[in-house]
């Protein structure tokens, strides 16, 4: 078998570039609890080595970067122990959310090449990285409420500092959206064309890198900017959220969710994107819509720290209740896209069954530690 990521350093003109690549193109990319040490394994590593400048993170093959979890072995956990614990994906959740914030947090520039397909756990893997790159055939969403999950991987961070209620639209419908969307939202920090991919790296290792990690930062932007800017590239693909912003903030404005499900649910529009994030709410879990509305609202002050630690504990709790496990089941699985979700609308979702999702499952958090 292959290895699930591909570890190297090479040498450039000064220092040391390490770089990781997700390399599970059949499926992907999509994170596995392997991959997930892997990555943590090398970030450790590096971080003590006056040798490594900086870390390139990329994925195999041209289709995506990270596609997000392997969903077909947290619903093989959550499904197999009813109720929980749910041994495997409790412990994928934990070190998962603790990678995310080392990437977050970590002192040396890392760039993320965000080409192709990014969800769920790709998009947390790039959001947390220092330098994010987007190019023509990125396609980034958190569809989280299709399998009645929620924005995950930093998501109640990332999401609650877009304009506007752009954030909290993208959580409830599921809606995709591309490179320009990507820099408008602060999802990415350059566009660059995806056939400049090695030569990106190639500049990056002429690059005569020190031991500071401010200064990396700099020639790490240096770089990139110089390949954001060149003449003649590819254009950014047309934007949908901020041409949509002021739909989206009428929308979605008031504290009443049911009103705001509803308000969505009814649209009548002849612009795509919109209607298929209305058609996205439709699909999805009502129950998953109120905890992923709920976690948002909980987290908008809090803290990085604090926003995985929330994190951790919704996922333990989704993920010992049936509803991901039906969600998963009819979108993945038997693939006939019609989930016998709990409830059938918002309301008839009684308060104390939300507010069990936010009720700590075990006496010390696993992610206190941070």
């Not at 989280?144 to 930093?154: K, M, Q, R, T």
């Not at 770089?223 to 693909?237: C, D, I, Q």
């Not at 998963?328 to 609308?345: G, H, S």
Request: charged fraction near 20%; glycine fraction near 8%; aromatic fraction near 8%.
């Amino acid at each position: 078998m292959p290895d699930a990521v591909l570890i190297s350093v090479e040498s450039a003109a000064e220092g040391k570039l390490g770089r990781l690549t997700l390399n599970s193109p059949e499926t992907l990319n999509s994170l596995t609890l392997e991959m997930v040490d892997l990555i943590q394994g090398a970030l450790d590593h590096w971080r003590d080595d006056p040798a490594i400048a900086a870390i390139v993170i990329d994925g195999s093959g041209e289709k995506a970067f990270c596609a997000g979890g392997d969903v077909h072995a947290l619903h093989a956990s959550s499904s197999g122990t009813p109720g929980g614990p749910c041994e495997y994906a409790e412990s994928f959740f934990a070190r998962e959310y603790r990678m995310n914030y080392h990437l977050h947090t970590y002192p040396k520039p890392i760039l993320c090449w965000g080409h192709g397909i990014v969800m769920g756990g790709g998009l947390g893997v790039m959001a947390g990285c220092s330098h994010r790159v987007v190019t023509q055939a990125t396609r980034i969403a958190m569809p989280e409420i299709n399998i009645a999950l929620f924005p995950d991987v930093g998501g109640s961070w990332f999401l609650n500092h877009m304009p506007g209620a752009s954030g909290r639209f993208l959580a409830l419908t599921a809606a995709s959206v591309n490179a320009a969307d990507a820099l408008f939202c602060g999802l990415a920090d350059r566009f660059i064309a995806a056939e400049q991919k090695d030569a990106v790296f190639e500049a990056l290792l002429a690059v005569q890198w020190d031991e500071d990690s401010t200064n990396n930062h700099a020639h790490m932007r240096h770089t990139l900017r110089g390949f954001s800017e060149a003449e003649g590239g590819v254009e950014l693909p047309p934007a949908q959220v901020e041409p949509h912003l002021e739909t989206i903030n009428t929308l979605c404005d008031g504290d009443d969710i049911h009103d705001l499900i509803d308000r969505i649910s009814q649209l009548e529009t002849e612009d795509r994107w919109l209607a298929k994030a209305r058609d996205g709410l439709l699909y999805g879990s009502k129950l998953a819509a109120l905890w992923i509305d709920r976690q948002l609202y909980e987290t908008r002050h809090s803290s990085l720290r604090e926003v995985f630690q929330q994190e951790v504990q919704l996922g333990t709790n989704i993920m010992r209740h049936p509803e991901f496990a039906e969600g998963v089941r009819a979108l993945l699985i038997d693939k006939d896209r019609q989930p016998n979700w709990a409830y059938a609308d918002s309301r008839s979702v009684p308060t104390e069954v939300v507010d069990s999702f936010f009720t700590a499952p075990w006496p010390t958090n696993p992610l206190a530690d941070l």
